[in-house]
């Protein structure tokens, strides 16, 4: 039994369900005897380096139950790399306050934090325990089935792209081609998500462009001539991260790094909007939900806030057990039904790691999802979106 206290942070992008982790994290730690005190790291590793902690032991359970239905990092976040220098100083903070178990809840680069923790504190002999939750909309963290946060953004990145085919629907001739931005720097996760949108067949999306599939300026404006002359109207989720059939980008670099060395690329959905424009001579309206995607609890997945606050449990039944340097992962069952197991795995096959869309979870034409995707997907919404009516339309003779 190690005894000591624990220190939890979240890092990277928020999702509906990352509060759902931490309270998982500190109701879990709350029932081992060997965990003193529990202490939430104010904006990630940034706050760790600067000794900026709360108690989190003082916080009601009242708090804890809303936690798990508000968006957000309730602890803060950071998008924070860390320096080789920083790890020394990481460990001198955790033997100051005799930090003993360490989580942090994040994407790929945060598990690469834990995971280098871990070896510093195994190189300096200091007895530590840490381990990743994970969480990330873009759903590419490695040897998980899913992760936390992927499916409340697929419920609603499917909802919003309804909606906005019901709207555009009705708009007529006045605004027929609708684009949505959807997000995914590399992996098309997310914006093949928009499928489950689908009630019947002719609904929206019409199309679905993601990062593992190029495509060209061509095919993008045929595959929406063809849709718009069978539908009348045509709904297009587009990823960020599309490429052109040569797989460079259609979004331009803004010259502009963020903190992990990752170029932020622009303007997206304004070219290929231009493309359609250039190529049929219909103007494309398109939306840009943004961090709505990542951020709108009122359409948080049960099923996903049960995972996330479950991944955040395990974490520390791993830890006490002795493992360190490892991530909770969520591993589908073999099953008829869903069902779920959470495992282990090393971070050393999960650091800086992506996980793309497979390809036979596209159509071959590239600009659809297949069955075999809605049947990994559907699940994890946590049930069907609302029922939306549709008119008979029994036209009156006319006079």
């Known amino acids: 039994m190690l005894r000591g206290n624990l220190v939890v942070g979240q890092s990277g992008g928020p999702t509906a369900v990352?509060?759902?982790?931490?309270?998982?994290?500190?109701?879990?730690?709350?029932?081992?005897?060997?965990?003193?005190?529990?202490?939430?790291?104010?904006?990630?590793?940034?706050?760790?380096l600067d000794g900026e902690f709360i108690d989190l032991r003082q916080e009601s359970e009242e708090t804890l139950e809303l936690l798990c239905q508000t968006p957000a990092s309730a602890l803060g976040t950071v998008r924070y790399k860390v320096k080789p220098a920083d790890y020394d100083g990481i460990l001198d903070v955790f033997a100051r306050y005799n930090v003993r178990y360490f989580f942090y809840i994040g994407g790929n680069d945060s598990m690469d934090t834990v995971y280098q923790v871990s070896e510093a504190a195994r190189a300096r002999g200091y007895d530590l325990r840490a381990v990743g939750v994970p969480?990330?909309?873009?759903?590419?963290?490695?040897?998980?089935?899913?992760?936390?946060?992927?499916?409340?953004?697929?419920?609603?990145?499917?909802?919003?792209?309804?909606?906005?085919?019901?709207?555009?629907?009705?708009?007529?001739?006045?605004?027929?081609?609708?684009?949505?931005?959807?997000?995914?720097?590399?992996?098309?996760?997310?914006?093949?998500?928009?499928?489950?949108?689908?009630?019947?067949?002719?609904?929206?999306?019409?199309?679905?462009?993601?990062?593992?599939?190029?495509?060209?300026?061509?095919?993008?404006?045929?595959?929406?001539?063809?849709?718009?002359?069978?539908?009348?109207?045509?709904?297009?989720?587009?990823?960020?991260?599309?490429?052109?059939?040569?797989?460079?980008?259609?979004?331009?670099?803004?010259?502009?790094?963020?903190?992990?060395?990752?170029?932020?690329?622009?303007?997206?959905?304004?070219?290929?909007?231009?493309?359609?424009?250039k190529h049929t001579g219909m103007r494309a309206r398109f939306d840009k939900p943004a961090y709505l995607q990542r951020s709108f609890a009122e359409l948080q997945s049960p099923v996903d806030r049960d995972e996330a606050h479950q991944a955040g449990v395990e974490a520390v039944r791993a830890a006490v057990s002795g493992q360190s340097g490892v991530m909770v992962t969520l591993v589908r069952a073999d099953s008829p039904t869903y069902a779920l197991e959470y495992q282990i795995a090393s971070l050393a096959n999960v650091a800086n790691a992506e996980r793309?869309?497979?390809?036979?979870?596209?159509?071959?034409?590239?600009?659809?999802?297949?069955?075999?995707?809605?049947?990994?997907?559907?699940?994890?919404?946590?049930?069907?979106?609302?029922?939306?009516?549709?008119?008979?339309?029994?036209?009156?003779?006319?006079?």
């Open 356 to 399: 793309m869309l497979p390809r036979e979870y596209m159509n071959e034409a590239g600009n659809d999802v297949t069955p075999a995707f809605l049947d990994y997907a559907r699940p994890l919404i946590g049930g069907p979106l609302l029922t939306y009516a549709r008119l008979a339309k029994n036209l009156v003779p006319k006079r």
């Open 18 to 48: 990352i509060n759902c982790s931490l309270v998982g994290v500190v109701r879990q730690a709350m029932a081992q005897p060997e965990i003193e005190g529990i202490y939430g790291m104010l904006h990630g590793i940034r706050g760790l």
């Open 135 to 277: 969480k990330t909309i873009d759903n590419d963290l490695a040897m998980t089935d899913h992760c936390p946060g992927f499916g409340s953004a697929a419920r609603f990145v499917a909802s919003a792209i309804r909606n906005t085919g019901f709207d555009t629907e009705a708009m007529g001739d006045s605004g027929p081609i609708k684009l949505m931005e959807v997000m995914g720097r590399n992996a098309g996760w997310l914006t093949a998500a928009a499928a489950l949108a689908r009630e019947a067949a002719g609904d929206p999306p019409h199309l679905i462009y993601v990062p593992e599939c190029p495509v060209s300026e061509e095919q993008i404006a045929a595959d929406v001539q063809a849709m718009y002359d069978r539908y009348g109207y045509c709904v297009a989720a587009v990823s960020e991260g599309v490429r052109r059939e040569n797989g460079t980008p259609y979004a331009e670099g803004s010259g502009k790094k963020d903190a992990f060395g990752h170029e932020v690329k622009e303007g997206v959905i304004e070219t290929v909007a231009e493309i359609i424009e």
